[in-house]
């Protein structure tokens, strides 16, 4: 019989959210509290005291001994340190202590977190203070305390406080904006996430015998096996017993953290999966996902699988993707993405998609360097992802009523004058009224953009960043000029169709996969960035320095320090898999293929004396012995190849892009080639057969 779980009683039941802050503090503490989050200010220690000691009784009751401040380093997964609550009492004794300086601000000693330049290693100190907006919550024993992280200079050392600089920026420029539409009452405006999560499941015995898993979390080698995706037979299958008891036990945590996992389904390749959660304020969809990776794989381990979060654990079988859904929400609401039903609303609409589309289209290159990292390499661009090429999807009826717009010609009602921004309705925007086209890097949804290129490893801090970055600058812009009109109405619909105008090149509905979209791109002046290599030159390029210093949302040395991260991130990661295939290559598969064909020799020697037949042992002998050569071959390649990266850095990438990766490709091939042909008692590691079809 299944265990009878009461989702309402038990979600949230292990976060101190509102709710439980309302019951535990004084009604003036919970104000002050209330108060400094909506205005963005900090946290008196008179009033952190107090909800410090409400925390720490809760956090005891619910089992935590220990308290942690955790961040979100810029390699793009969380840190945590533990200290516990006890304080000594001088008689041998302890009691559990936790005070409000404590849950303001912690001192971690962060030396090891990548900073790019910002510190000096013997300035080791790194600071972390909660932010406000984001609950506590107690797991695995410990109250765990959402914090920004920041160097001794104050400058952010972390994903978190970019981006909610980057809400407060898109907020302030939505409000002037809504103002205009004669809007007095919204205070803020809040982007929303729903990140769809995929991933993949294996047996933990299986994944423990591939060295190329455990190092890099993909396969690096591996034969085709007989049977891969076509069949389409995995995708929203039944889901096996073990992968739904996984499930079930990951949906029961995530929601006692708050976290509302919503949607659970089998994805196209086999042993793939997706978790989708219900959209929320970014900020806490960002720590969310965090959270909801974080939890995959301790629950997967629980029940002996190994959760992989890697873009392409597999060549030759579709890669794990995180769709990014993203829109703006006013406090009481509101979404601005929806059209509406008067002209008023529509107008908005239409003034907050401009707004967009022209954002994308100035910013292609910076949007396009937030998703480029190793692993999405394998991705963007390869038939199973949107191409490395920045575009918008609109869907027909949208695509319509712009071209109305720019050309001025009647949409829909031959006996109406050309449409009017401000004066006319728009037809009702229906929801997917064209086929939803799954090939586009941006679609529009409805009343959300759903941003595809993100890896399944990836924070999402960094891509809503930039799309809450853009949208704070265009609407800016935007609000210069209609601030200054005299004829409201007027100014917005030409400044509305004048932006379609210029703007048109990055909207595309066709088949962003195909061969000739490329082509087209290019013609349209598209920027096309197919690697990290080729990527990270651009993301500190002057144009987008100047947004992201003019807004605010970093000064030009964090700005600098992510970009030489990200730098040294890609070098590393492929400096380690190059490195992890020499060591198979060399430890295991060449062995193996000579151990086989020695045995075959054998074979053949003794069949000879027989002058038996021994056609196959001689063909396959030969066939094996052309291959460890040239694995041979290989092996020597990448390894030159390893040896002779530049010191400079930028080089490096390069070097690693040009000459390691090809060698990696290479030396596959005929590992590949002798997997296929050796027997499999001799292979040393699971096949792909064994690996997604056990
Ligand atoms: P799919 O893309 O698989 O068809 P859905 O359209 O149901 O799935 O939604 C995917 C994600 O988008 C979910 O996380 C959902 O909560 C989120 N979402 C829905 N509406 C919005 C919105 N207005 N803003 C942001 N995210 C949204
Ligand atoms: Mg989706």
Same mark, same amino acid.
């Given at each position: 019989?299944?265990?009878?779980?009461?989702?309402?009683?038990?979600?949230?039941?292990?976060?101190?959210?509102?709710?439980?802050?309302?019951?535990?503090?004084?009604?003036?503490?919970?104000?002050?509290?209330?108060?400094?989050?909506?205005? /963005?200010?900090?946290?008196?220690?008179?009033?952190?005291?107090?909800?410090?000691? &409400?925390?720490?009784?809760?956090?005891?009751?619910?089992? $935590?001994?220990?308290?942690?401040?955790?961040?979100?380093?810029?390699?793009?997964?969380?840190?945590?340190?533990?200290?516990?609550?006890?304080?000594?009492?001088?008689?041998?004794?302890?009691?559990?202590?936790?005070?409000?300086?404590?849950?303001?601000?912690?001192?971690?000693?962060?030396?090891?977190?990548?900073?790019?330049?910002?510190? $000096?290693?013997?300035?080791?100190?790194?600071?972390?203070?909660?932010?406000?907006?984001?609950?506590?919550?107690? %797991?695995?024993? *410990?109250?765990?305390?959402?914090?920004?992280?920041?160097?001794?200079? /104050?400058?952010?050392?972390?994903?978190?406080?970019? +981006?909610?600089?980057?809400?407060?920026?898109?907020?302030?420029?939505?409000?002037?904006?809504?103002?205009?539409?004669?809007?007095?009452?919204?205070?803020?405006?809040?982007?929303?996430?729903?990140?769809?999560?995929?991933?993949?499941?294996?047996?933990?015995?299986?994944?423990?015998?591939?060295?190329?898993l455990r190092l890099t979390g993909r396969t690096l080698f591996g034969a085709q096996p007989p049977k891969g995706q076509e069949l389409d037979d995995h995708y929203f299958g039944s889901i096996r017993t073990r992968v739904s008891d996984f499930m079930k036990d990951l949906d029961e945590q995530l929601w006692r953290l708050g976290i509302l996992s919503k949607t659970k389904h089998n994805e196209g390749a086999p042993c793939q999966h997706e978790l989708a959660p219900i959209y929320t304020d970014v900020n806490s969809a960002c720590d969310d996902n965090q959270m909801i990776m974080?939890?995959?794989?301790?629950?997967?381990?629980?029940?002996?699988?190994?959760?992989?979060?890697?873009?392409?654990?597999?060549?030759?079988?579709?890669?794990?993707?995180?769709?990014?859904?993203?829109?703006?929400?006013?406090?009481? /609401?509101?979404?601005?993405?929806? #059209?509406?039903?008067?002209?008023?609303?529509? =107008?908005?609409?239409?003034?907050?998609? &401009?707004?967009?589309?022209?954002?994308?289209?100035?910013?292609?290159?910076l949007l396009r360097c937030t998703v480029a990292y190793a692993g999405n390499d394998h991705r963007l661009g390869a038939n199973e992802a949107p191409p490395a090429i920045i575009s918008i999807f609109l869907g027909d009826e949208l695509n319509a009523i712009i071209k109305s717009i720019v050309e001025g010609t009647d949409y829909e009602n031959p006996e109406k004058a050309n449409l009017r921004i401000g004066v006319d309705v728009l037809p009702p925007i229906r929801k997917d009224t064209t086929d939803r086209n799954r090939t586009s890097p941006l679609a529009f949804t409805g009343?959300?953009?759903?941003?595809?290129?993100?890896?399944?490893?990836? *924070?999402?801090?960094?891509?809503?960043? =930039?799309?809450?970055?853009?949208?704070?600058?265009? +609407?800016?812009?935007?609000?210069?000029?209609?601030?200054?009109?005299?004829?409201?109405?007027?100014?917005?619909?030409?400044?509305?169709?004048?932006?379609?105008?210029?703007?048109?090149?990055?909207?595309?509905?066709?088949?962003?996969?195909?061969?000739?979209? %490329?082509?087209?791109?290019?013609?349209?002046?598209?920027?096309?960035?197919?690697?990290?290599?080729?990527?990270?030159?651009?993301?500190?390029?002057?144009?987008?320095?100047?947004?992201?210093?003019?807004?605010?949302?970093?000064?030009?040395?964090?700005?600098?320090?992510?970009? $030489?991260?990200?730098?040294?991130?890609?070098?590393?990661?492929?400096?380690?898999?190059?490195?992890?295939?020499?060591?198979?290559?060399?430890?295991?598969? +060449?062995?193996? $293929?000579?151990? !086989?064909?020695?045995?075959?020799?054998?074979?053949?020697?003794?069949?000879?004396?027989?002058?038996?037949?021994?056609? =196959?042992?001689?063909?396959?002998?030969?066939?094996?012995?052309?291959?460890?050569? &040239?694995?041979?071959?290989?092996?020597?390649? +990448?390894?030159?190849?390893?040896?002779?990266?530049?010191?400079?850095?930028?080089? =490096?990438?390069?070097?690693?892009?040009?000459?390691?990766? #090809?060698?990696?490709?290479?030396?596959?091939?005929?590992?590949?080639?002798?997997?296929?042909?050796?027997?499999?008692?001799?292979?040393?590691?699971?096949?792909?057969?064994?690996?997604?079809? !056990?």
């Amino acid at each position: 019989m299944n265990e009878v779980i009461n989702v309402p009683e038990i979600f949230g039941s292990d976060v101190f959210n509102e709710a439980t802050m309302k019951q535990r503090l004084s009604q003036n503490i919970f104000d002050a509290w209330k108060s400094c989050i909506a205005n /963005g200010t900090h946290l008196p220690i008179e009033v952190a005291q107090p909800i410090a000691e &409400a925390m720490k009784d809760w956090a005891i009751e619910k089992g $935590a001994t220990h308290f942690t401040h955790w961040f979100q380093p810029m390699t793009g997964i969380t840190a945590e340190k533990h200290d516990s609550f006890i304080s000594p009492t001088g008689d041998g004794r302890v009691i559990m202590e936790f005070s409000g300086k404590e849950l303001i601000k912690g001192e971690s000693d962060g030396s090891s977190f990548p900073n790019g330049g910002l510190r $000096a290693t013997f300035e080791a100190r790194g600071y972390t203070a909660w932010d406000p907006t984001s609950a506590a919550f107690v %797991k695995d024993g *410990s109250l765990y305390i959402p914090t920004c992280f920041f160097s001794y200079t /104050g400058e952010a050392l972390d994903k978190k406080t970019p +981006l909610l600089r980057s809400i407060d920026e898109v907020s302030k420029e939505s409000v002037r904006i809504l103002r205009l539409f004669g809007d007095q009452d919204t205070l803020r405006v809040v982007p929303a996430v729903g990140a769809e999560q995929e991933y993949f499941l294996l047996p933990k015995d299986l994944y423990a015998q591939r060295e190329d898993l455990r190092l890099t979390g993909r396969t690096l080698f591996g034969a085709q096996p007989p049977k891969g995706q076509e069949l389409d037979d995995h995708y929203f299958g039944s889901i096996r017993t073990r992968v739904s008891d996984f499930m079930k036990d990951l949906d029961e945590q995530l929601w006692r953290l708050g976290i509302l996992s919503k949607t659970k389904h089998n994805e196209g390749a086999p042993c793939q999966h997706e978790l989708a959660p219900i959209y929320t304020d970014v900020n806490s969809a960002c720590d969310d996902n965090q959270m909801i990776m974080r939890t995959m794989k301790k629950c997967a381990a629980k029940h002996n699988l190994v959760c992989l979060l890697h873009e392409k654990p597999f060549a030759g079988i579709s890669g794990s993707g995180k769709h990014n859904n993203w829109s703006l929400n006013t406090d009481s /609401g509101k979404n601005l993405f929806s #059209p509406g039903k008067t002209p008023y609303q529509n =107008a908005r609409f239409l003034l907050f998609l &401009a707004a967009f589309v022209k954002g994308v289209d100035e910013y292609q290159d910076l949007l396009r360097c937030t998703v480029a990292y190793a692993g999405n390499d394998h991705r963007l661009g390869a038939n199973e992802a949107p191409p490395a090429i920045i575009s918008i999807f609109l869907g027909d009826e949208l695509n319509a009523i712009i071209k109305s717009i720019v050309e001025g010609t009647d949409y829909e009602n031959p006996e109406k004058a050309n449409l009017r921004i401000g004066v006319d309705v728009l037809p009702p925007i229906r929801k997917d009224t064209t086929d939803r086209n799954r090939t586009s890097p941006l679609a529009f949804t409805g009343n959300k953009f759903e941003f595809r290129m993100l890896g399944a490893s990836q *924070s999402i801090s960094s891509p809503n960043i =930039a799309l809450n970055t853009i949208m704070a600058e265009e +609407l800016a812009q935007f609000a210069d000029v209609l601030e200054k009109a005299e004829n409201f109405d007027e100014a917005l619909h030409n400044l509305v169709a004048e932006t379609f105008k210029n703007h048109h090149r990055i909207i595309f509905d066709g088949n962003g996969y195909s061969e000739e979209w %490329k082509q087209e791109a290019a013609a349209r002046g598209l920027s096309n960035l197919p690697s990290t290599a080729e990527c990270l030159p651009t993301y500190i390029s002057p144009k987008n320095i100047d947004l992201v210093t003019r807004h605010g949302i970093f000064t030009e040395p964090e700005f600098r320090a992510r970009h $030489a991260i990200y730098l040294e991130a890609y070098n590393k990661i492929v400096n380690i898999e190059g490195r992890t295939m020499v060591d198979m290559a060399v430890h295991q598969i +060449l062995p193996a $293929a000579m151990r !086989y064909t020695d045995d075959l020799c054998q074979s053949l020697y003794h069949k000879k004396a027989m002058n038996a037949s021994c056609r =196959a042992e001689s063909d396959l002998v030969r066939l094996l012995s052309e291959n460890t050569d &040239a694995l041979y071959d290989d092996i020597n390649r +990448l390894k030159e190849a390893l040896a002779t990266v530049p010191a400079d850095k930028q080089e =490096a990438s390069f070097h690693y892009h040009d000459r390691v990766v #090809p060698a990696m490709e290479t030396l596959r091939i005929h590992a590949d080639i002798l997997e296929a042909n050796t027997a499999k008692s001799y292979w040393p590691y699971p096949t792909y057969s064994d690996l997604l079809f !056990y």
